[in-house]
Nanobody
Framework: QLQIVESGGGLVQQGGSLTLSCVVS????????IGWFRQAPGKEREGVSH????????VYADSVKGRFTLSGDYGKNTFYLRMDNLQPEDTAEYRC??????????????????????WGQGTQVTVSS
């Protein structure tokens, strides 16, 4: 049974940094992309960043571009979302997900979140002003 576990959330002051971790385990078939999503109360789920495993390419939402960085170690099935210059509007539950289908280019994952078929439990990020 494939499992996705996120960690690293917490309370941080405005302008501070935080790094989230995503560990994927127990898979019997390969996954083709990693996505980080967030959702705040009363708001729609937003795709924050997506990376294509085969392309080694990453895209970011305009709202976080220049502040967030997705990285990781494919061999260890561990991925990170480093968040810098955090703002109160970044407050949300963040979730990591894997895509079981291959698409090209990497922007296709951002445009089609239905591709993601396994999701982690979520980790809360709260940014205080």
């Amino acid at each position: 049974q494939l499992q996705i576990v996120e960690s690293g959330g917490g309370l941080v002051q405005q302008g501070g940094s935080l790094t989230l971790s995503c560990v994927v385990s127990g898979f019997t078939r390969p996954y083709y992309a990693i996505g980080w999503f967030r959702q705040a109360p009363g708001k729609e789920r937003e795709g924050v960043s997506h990376t294509s495993i085969s392309e080694r390419a990453t895209v970011y939402a305009d709202s976080v571009k220049g502040r967030f960085t997705l990285s990781g170690d494919y061999g260890k099935n561990t991925f990170y979302l480093r968040m810098d210059n955090l703002q109160p509007e970044d407050t949300a539950e963040y979730r990591c997900a894997t895509a079981g289908r291959s698409f090209y280019p990497v922007s296709a994952y951002a445009e089609n979140p239905g591709i993601y078929n396994h999701w982690g439990q979520g980790t809360q990020v709260t940014v205080s002003s």
